[in-house]
């Protein structure tokens, strides 16, 4: 993406306001870390790693604002500061966590005369956000192994490049797939009550030109069960010590789903989501947001009476069970290895996953594909782009290479279609259409026939006799058994006793 997330410019905090996207692209200044704060509450900066950089860029402030203090005057201010950043929001572990580096930075520095005091903070928060856009990077390379061309690839939220410093976590993992040569789409979740799937994660797949659907929250059933969904990934906000996941509400819902329909669930996260110190999720704090935010589409149009009750949660906690894999810069890793995440590489090696064993286990266990879903899904994509172009709210160059991805992908679900046809035993009339075959995805030549249709063509006389109608045989009437005399009844009766 060419759009900046946050930076410091101007001895300030320039950051995109994600309220306002897909309509407009506006950024927002801060000078004050009560700025910041309120801006994280209200969502302008929303995204577990992106509020811990923008914690720690907004202590840069407080140093800059107290640059003729002398030491005491500027710890009070700073750990003032911290400890207000660090309560902004709850649920996301990486705002503490940053918090917690800078304190560090900034104890350190605080005897130093004032500028410097800015310089070494301000430095230490770039650094964070730079190993943020790093080990985003490496979760991408971890996971992207984990996919085959053709894959439908479902989300919910938002944990791309909006989310962090650049690149994203779990859409990250689907960008270093595609960088890779293997064709994805993705199909994402509106994400109620404030629409990050629907706003935030397609406006970036538009802005990058990955092939993406978008569906309602209830819709994930439905597609999942037609064989639609080839897997889930998700980030976090907090990953406990036993790897149960606090995510967006919605995600354990997912994650039931996935587990029902053996799908696998993938949650995409870098080490400093993970917190030792929550043994389970029961330990993860749930923040619950207004009630404005659900009763009100966006701030704007009423959908509910007026005085309705609401609950509104902003997270869940999917179990740790219902989880396939975590990725994270460090692997790919079971349950048992997020214990052990800050251990040596000999503790960690053993509970790390083979890509190449998960994508097997989900070959084996994946749900069918449904023939019939294929056509409606390819006249209602067809249609969405010719309507968008008429619009005039696509550019040629996104046009093109959304029909070009559009198209690429109908090759892969033809061929799917064409497998799953012979698989059924039924003629495949289409099976020698033109297309590339990507390297995961067998050509439809080479599928074996199935074991219905080669029986069918050894005995053809046999298949037509069975088809001729057969005159009913009349059945003799067994004869009655002749009656025993009686002393040979009273003789077995003897025996018997």
Same mark, same amino acid.
């Given at each position: /993406? ?16 994600? =309220? ?25 900066? =929303? ?9 720690? /860029? ?54 130093? !005369? ?40 479902? %989300? ?20 270093? !797939?595609?960088? @890779? ?8 979740? *509106? ?32 597609? /999942? ?111 048992? @290895? ?64 959304? *029909?070009?991805?559009?198209?690429? /992908? ?6 799917? +279609? ?69 002393? %040979?009844?009273?003789?077995?009766? +003897?025996?018997?006793?």
């Amino acid at each position: /993406m060419n759009h900046k997330m946050i930076e410091w410019q101007n001895n300030r905090i320039r950051v995109l306001d994600q =309220r306002l996207l897909p309509r407009e692209t506006t950024y927002r200044e801060f000078t004050d870390y009560y700025q910041v704060i309120d801006a994280i509450q209200t969502l302008v900066i =929303r995204g577990a790693p992106l509020m811990g950089i923008a914690g720690a /860029m907004s202590l840069a402030l407080v140093a800059q604002s107290k640059i003729e203090a002398d030491r005491e005057t500027f710890l009070e201010a700073f750990l003032t500061a911290a400890d207000a950043l660090r309560r902004a929001r709850p649920t996301a572990v990486n705002l503490a966590w940053a918090i917690d580096q800078m304190i560090t930075v900034g104890e350190a520095c605080a005897g130093k !005369a004032g500028p410097e005091r800015v310089k070494a903070i301000l430095a230490a928060a770039n650094k964070l956000r730079d190993a943020d856009i790093a080990t985003n990077e490496a979760i991408g390379k971890a996971g992207a192994p984990l996919f085959n061309s053709g894959d439908y690839v479902l %989300t919910h939220c938002n944990a791309g490049a909006l989310a962090t410093a650049g690149y994203g976590t779990a859409l990250g993992v689907v960008r270093a !797939a595609i960088s @890779g040569g293997k064709r994805l789409s993705v199909v994402i979740t *509106e994400t109620r009550p404030m629409f990050q799937g629907a706003r935030l994660t397609a406006w970036e797949c538009d802005e990058d030109n990955i092939p993406y659907t978008v569906i309602t929250d209830s819709m994930a059933a439905h597609f /999942m069960k037609i064989g639609r969904i080839n897997a889930v990934i998700v980030g976090a906000d907090r990953v406990a010590a036993n790897g149960d996941v606090a995510n967006k509400i919605g995600t354990y819902s997912l994650a039931v789903l996935a587990n029902a329909h053996k799908i696998p669930l993938y949650v995409a996260v870098p080490v400093s989501t993970i917190d030792l110190t929550a043994n389970s999720g029961a330990d993860i704090p749930i923040e619950e947001r207004e009630k404005e935010e659900i009763i009100l589409v966006m701030g704007r149009t009423m959908i509910t009476p007026e005085r309705a009750r609401v609950w509104n949660p902003a997270f869940d906690v999917t179990p740790a069970a219902l989880v396939t894999a975590y990725i994270t810069e460090r692997g790919i890793l079971s349950p048992r @290895g997020i214990k052990l995440i800050e251990g040596s590489e000999a503790k960690l090696k053993p509970h790390r996953l083979s890509s190449t064993d998960l994508r097997k286990r989900r070959q084996a266990t994946e749900t069918p594909f449904d023939t019939k879903a294929a056509e409606t899904i390819s006249v209602t994509r067809r249609t969405t782009a010719e309507a968008l172009a008429k619009a005039g709210k696509l550019t040629p160059a996104k046009q093109a290479a959304q *029909e070009a991805a559009g198209e690429a /992908m109908e090759r892969v679900l033809h061929r799917k +279609k064409q497998q799953a046809l012979v698989r059924l035993g039924d003629t495949a009339d289409e099976a020698g259409e033109e297309g590339e075959s990507g390297p995961d995805v067998p050509p439809t030549g080479t599928t074996k026939p199935s074991p219905k249709k080669a029986a069918a063509k050894k005995a053809p006389a046999k298949k037509k006799a069975a088809e001729q109608p057969t005159a009913k045989k009349k059945v003799p009437a067994k004869k009655p058994a002749p009656a025993k005399p009686a002393a %040979t009844k009273k003789a077995a009766a +003897k025996k018997k006793r």
